[in-house]
């Protein structure tokens, strides 16, 4: 019995030193971290599969910066058949802290390999000769950055001094990051990317002026933390982000805020056949005035718009699903742009007559062309059509038809329909024009051949989405034709093709 306990006692010790082992090299990212991003290799190259001439590629360029047997020691450590010492199956970890600018802290495997590594940069000129101190290894890397390793940890820093990089080392788990409710966050997240920075440590914010705006009444921006996580899956590739709050008064007002929106009814889930854009939201209007007057830009042009009409009374009345089409584009021209939006009511109707003369102090002209459609004219040439049909406000470039763009369903929105029903907002760009445009303006400057050369060039991809469920959070995301594709092997293929045909073009 004794001889059982004391065989579970070492059992016991072994899986906490292991765990111990295993968190040491995250230990070392500070509590106070700003910025903490990481990376799984192994998770993100996991179904990647990179072409032999995109590495051989890779490998003459690494014959630029090395040589000798070193060069082979590089391109066997490419290939997979030799170890430098580090662990690319944990994380890496990207950090940025007030004492530290820059950190990058990775897992070592091999101690030995380690050493390896470094005196193969130090014999390429490319850092310093390794100095034992205190139980690390020391160097400086390209003049400018500082590296310490032992058995466990590879720490790197940037315009940090060696003592203050023994502090890192020193640091116990309940000082550091991975005890902070942050960590605790993004470890909930299972994804091969995933990055965390606390807006409190941006001194001057005024360059964020979109999200201080439209972030809840008594929410400062310096209250919030920003978290994106990337999530590759067949055929797609996400990227999550999320502003959320360490504080439970500040999160509560930004989970509060969801009920200043609403989700989207599908009222005007279509577009034309090449549509280049569709946007959605369900709005309130009273809750979209506010938003849209605390942006100062904004707030002036719709103080220019009240010269002719109304424009604020309109988005008052606004309340259902709010939609924008880009329709197709044109050679050099600007494509048209047609936005409509459910109605509680057409009070502001009654005001049409009123506004026709008060805009006539402006020297601005509306005519009526039918029944409640309308052309405003900003000068001689250029108007805006508008209107109400069927509780329906639309607002339209001159030459675009409001019901024609809204006459039949779309076969790329129908078939994100439900996600659209399940989103307050949703942007969808259909990037087939895009690449089809690039096609035909380069192979009319190139011509003949080199056309065609051009045009057999298969782009991967077939839309961009942006789309948000709740007022905290949104999703940005690229999708491919073929469903059953990495995007990554996506990407490489496309650089064949385009590696191709630009040496055709060289010929």
């Given amino acids: 019995m004794k001889a059982l306990r004391n065989y579970m006692i070492m059992v016991l010790a072994a899986i906490l030193a292991i765990a111990c082992t295993n968190n040491d090299y995250q230990v070392v990212i500070p509590k106070n971290a700003n910025f903490v991003a990481t990376f799984n290799f192994k998770s993100f190259f996991e179904e990647v599969d990179i072409p032999e001439e995109t590495m051989n590629n890779f490998k003459s360029l690494l014959g630029m910066a090395f040589s000798g047997k070193d ?42 390999d380690m050493d390896k590594l470094m005196d193969l940069l130090n014999r390429q000129d490319l850092c310093k000769k390794v100095k034992e101190k205190d139980g690390f290894k020391w160097a400086t890397i390209l003049e400018e950055l500082r590296i310490a390793y032992n058995d466990n940890t590879v720490l790197i820093c940037g315009d940090v001094k060696e003592n203050d990089m023994r502090k890192f080392f020193d640091n116990d788990e309940e000082n550091s990051f991975i005890a902070s409710p942050n960590y605790e966050k993004m470890s909930k997240k299972n994804s091969p990317m995933q990055l965390f920075f606390s807006f409190a440590s941006l001194e001057d914010q005024k360059f964020l002026p979109l999200i201080k705006d439209f972030l809840p009444e008594g929410v400062k921006l310096s209250d919030t933390n920003l978290l994106t996580d990337l999530v590759m899956e067949k055929g797609h590739a996400d990227i999550n982000a999320e502003i959320f709050s360490n504080k439970e008064k500040v999160q509560a007002l930004l989970e509060d805020a ?82 409509t939006a459910k109605l509680k009511n057409e009070d502001f109707l009654k005001d049409v007559d009123y506004w026709q003369e008060q805009m006539k102090d402006w020297n601005i002209k509306m005519v009526q062309n039918d029944k409640n459609d309308f052309t405003l004219l900003l000068d001689e040439e250029n108007g805006i059509n508008w209107g109400v049909d069927d509780k329906n406000v639309y607002f339209t470039s001159q030459n675009t038809s409001y019901k024609k763009t809204f006459a039949e369903t779309n076969p790329m929105l129908d078939e994100q329909a439900a996600d659209i029903k399940n989103s307050i907002f949703y942007l969808c760009v259909n990037l087939n024009p895009v690449f089809d445009n690039i096609k035909n303006s380069l192979g009319q400057s190139l011509g003949g051949e080199l056309s065609e050369t051009i045009n057999k060039i298969e782009y991967p991809f077939d839309k961009l989405v942006v789309k948000a469920n709740n007022a905290r959070s949104c999703t940005f995301s690229v999708s491919l034709k073929d469903k059953n594709k990495n995007v990554i092997n996506a990407l490489f293929e496309l650089y064949g093709q385009i590696q191709e045909t630009a040496m055709k073009l060289m010929q």
């Fill in 71 to 112: 060069r082979d020691n590089m391109e066997e450590f490419l290939d997979g058949k030799t170890s430098f010492g580090i662990d690319f199956s944990e994380p890496v970890f990207v950090f940025s802290a007030p004492d530290c600018p820059l950190g990058l802290s990775m897992k070592v495997d091999s101690e030995d």
């Fill in 258 to 339: 969801d009920k200043n929106f609403q989700k989207i009814n599908g009222d005007f889930i279509k577009a034309p056949a090449n549509f280049l854009a569709w946007f959605g939201m369900g709005v309130k209007g009273e809750e979209l005035l506010k938003k849209l007057k605390a942006n100062d830009e904004i707030n002036g042009m719709m103080m220019m718009m009240d010269r002719a009409i109304d424009l604020q009374k309109i988005i008052k009345t606004m309340e259902g699903d709010l939609a924008v089409v880009m329709t197709e584009m044109k050679d050099g021209e600007n494509p048209d742009m047609v936005l």
